[in-house]
């Protein structure tokens, strides 16, 4: 199996996220798409995030009807301690041991590849696929190699065209928060999902 590795916080999920992970799973032929729903992210130990079970319920709705070609990954919620994609990808290597891993990562997340915990294990694990985006250079091999400290043989990268869709997670929290529209930017089920469940809401 080929199994593309989508992380996040998916806080909430959108269709930015949506296209990303669709144009991956048809450019790199991958079988699916797992989104890998952070638990406890290190990079964002300074925000509120909402509850793991809030975040996988949306997962599953913005997913529903396609469970053949993606589907919502909660390993590291099983996990105690911040959840290191490094020592995911070695978990989730050790339930499924015949599959091939592809990482996907935006253009302007991958710089920060190097400085994560233990990229090594990552890039020998995974093959790195960059969502690539206007305004972000997308590495090389051989950029990413000397980054991380690795014989550039030993390090796969792959590029995926994805249409310029810009929507952040971010900005719909705010939005909500300011009693805003949200429409067409997230699934349906979701924006719902988001007003019975209030939400985001001030207060």
Same mark, same amino acid.
């Given at each position: 199996?080929?199994?593309?590795?989508?992380?996040?916080?998916?806080?909430?999920?959108?269709?930015?996220?949506?296209?990303?992970?669709? =144009?991956?799973?048809?450019?790199?032929?991958?079988?699916?798409?797992?989104? @890998?729903?952070?638990?406890?992210?290190?990079?964002?130990?300074?925000?509120?995030?909402?509850?793991?079970?809030?975040?996988?319920?949306?997962?599953?709705?913005?997913?529903?009807?396609?469970?053949?070609?993606?589907?919502?990954?909660? +390993?590291?919620?099983?996990?105690?301690?911040?959840?290191?994609?490094?020592?995911?990808?070695?978990?989730?290597?050790?339930?499924?041991?015949?599959?091939?891993?592809?990482?996907?990562?935006?253009?302007?997340?991958?710089?920060?590849?190097?400085?994560?915990?233990?990229?090594?294990?990552?890039?020998?694990?995974?093959?790195?696929?960059?969502?690539? /985006?206007?305004?972000?250079?997308?590495?090389?091999?051989? =950029?990413?190699?000397?980054?991380?400290?690795?014989?550039? =043989?030993?390090?796969?990268?792959? +590029?995926?065209?994805?249409?310029?869709?810009?929507?952040?997670?971010?900005?719909? /929290?705010?939005?909500?928060?300011?009693?805003?529209?949200?429409?067409?930017? @997230?699934?349906?089920?979701?924006?719902?999902?988001?007003?019975?469940?209030? @939400?985001?809401?001030?207060?």
């Amino acid at each position: 199996m080929r199994i593309g590795i989508f992380g996040g916080t998916f806080d909430p999920p959108h269709y930015g996220h949506l296209i990303v992970a669709e =144009q991956a799973r048809e450019q790199a032929a991958l079988d699916q798409v797992w989104f @890998l729903l952070s638990a406890r992210p290190p990079h964002k130990s300074d925000r509120t995030i909402t509850p793991f079970d809030r975040r996988a319920d949306m997962l599953t709705l913005a997913l529903a009807g396609h469970e053949d070609k993606f589907r919502v990954e909660t +390993i590291e919620n099983d996990r105690p301690g911040l959840s290191y994609t490094s020592d995911t990808l070695d978990g989730l290597s050790e339930k499924h041991p015949d599959t091939e891993w592809f990482l996907i990562l935006g253009a302007d997340s991958v710089k920060d590849l190097p400085t994560w915990h233990e990229p090594q294990r990552i890039v020998s694990r995974a093959k790195i696929l960059i969502a690539a /985006r206007p305004g972000h250079p997308s590495w090389s091999a051989a =950029q990413l190699a000397s980054a991380v400290a690795m014989p550039t =043989q030993d390090v796969r990268v792959g +590029i995926v065209e994805v249409p310029l869709i810009d929507i952040a997670s971010r900005d719909l /929290r705010h939005r909500v928060a300011d009693s805003r529209s949200i429409l067409f930017q @997230l699934p349906r089920a979701v924006e719902v999902y988001i007003r019975e469940k209030k @939400l985001y809401a001030r207060g």
